[in-house]
Each structure stands twice: as C-alpha cells, then as structure tokens.
C-alpha cells in the first residue's frame, strides 16, 4: 500500500498592496508524499503571491498535464500556469504552448542557479516568468508549515511577507525573466 497525502489547511490572509487584492481564502493542500515541506509552502506562497478567485491548486506531483496551480477563463482556456521548482525544458514549452501566461518559482538556492545556467538560454518565451525565491527564505518558511495554519501575507513594492502568530518569513524574490501579465 503506497503511503497516503498529507492533508494541509491553511486559513490565508492576502494584503497585496502591489494588485489592490484584499482577500481570506480557506485552502486544503494536499502534501504529495514524495513532497516536502519546504515545496509545498512554496506552492501556497505562490497562491499568496497570484490569488485571484479563480486560481485553483493542480492535482499534484502525480498528474503530468496539470501544474502545480492554474487558472482558467470562462471558456476554459488556461490563463496562468504556475510550476515550483525547476521543470525541464520540455515541460516548460508545453505549458507555454497551452497557457496565455506561465510563472515558475525557483526556490533551491545553488542548484537553481545551475537549473538556469542549462536551461535559461533556451526559454525565450514571450509569456514566461522565472522567479528565484532565496534558499534561505524558503528554508524559513517551511518552520511555518503545520498541519492547520493560520497565515498573514503582506504583499508590497514585491516583498513579500508571510506570518503566523510565532513569527514572520521575509522573502524578496529575484525576476530571472520577466513578461507582463494582461
């Protein structure tokens, strides 16, 4: 029998000054278990960082066409296909192929920047964004994972910062490559 998802829930609080975007949202993350935590707090962070009413959770590491978040218009069609971590470039084409616009989150320190150095050159897509978010960063975010949280998200000037009651994560995200969302 293979192990069983770890079930998250999250009571989030976005005051992202930048878009104007005051929200609550209530969230279920299911953590994959060949997942960790640092992953998956970089997945709700980039639900923090993109919320929207209709920005939804894929189904997880385990299903190939999905990412790990998107959103879709009334009709259907993808508007914004978000990946963590660092995809490789095959997957990167497709999903740039099949949305309007794509976000990565980069969040492993070194090997990020070696991830970028291979396939950085290759990725000159019109509707594609690269963010790095610092290793350490991520590294501090992952102390607020718990299995039922309470989190406040400060978004402003494109810092971002994320509390719970026991502390607060500063994170400063780097544009590798930047495109303008419509």
């Keep these: 029998m293979s192990p069983k998802s770890t079930v998250y829930k999250v009571e989030l609080q976005i005051s992202d000054l930048d878009r104007h975007y005051y929200q609550e949202h209530n969230l279920?993350?299911?953590?994959?278990?060949?997942?960790?935590?640092?992953?998956?707090?970089?997945?709700?962070?980039?639900?923090?960082?993109?919320?929207?009413?209709?920005?939804?959770?894929?189904?997880?590491?385990?299903?190939?066409?999905?990412?790990?978040?998107?959103?879709?218009d009334d009709t259907g069609e993808i508007d914004l296909w978000i990946e963590t971590g660092q995809p490789d470039e095959a997957r990167i084409r497709k999903a740039c192929g099949r949305a309007r616009h794509v976000l990565i989150y980069t969040y492993s320190g070194r090997s990020a920047q070696v991830w970028w150095d291979k396939v950085g050159s290759g990725l000159n897509r019109r509707n594609l964004t690269v963010i790095d978010l610092p290793g350490e960063s991520v590294t501090a975010l992952a102390g607020l994972a718990a299995r039922t949280m309470r989190l406040q998200c400060m978004i402003e000037d494109r810092h971002v910062q994320l509390m719970d009651n026991d502390g607060s994560v500063s994170i400063d995200p780097v544009l590798r490559v930047a495109t303008q969302l419509r």
């Design 28 to 72: 279920t993350l299911a953590m994959h278990p060949s997942e960790t935590e640092a992953r998956m707090m970089v997945r709700l962070l980039a639900f923090a960082m993109n919320a929207n009413e209709r920005l939804s959770f894929g189904r997880g590491l385990s299903t190939e066409d999905e990412p790990d978040l998107w959103q879709r």
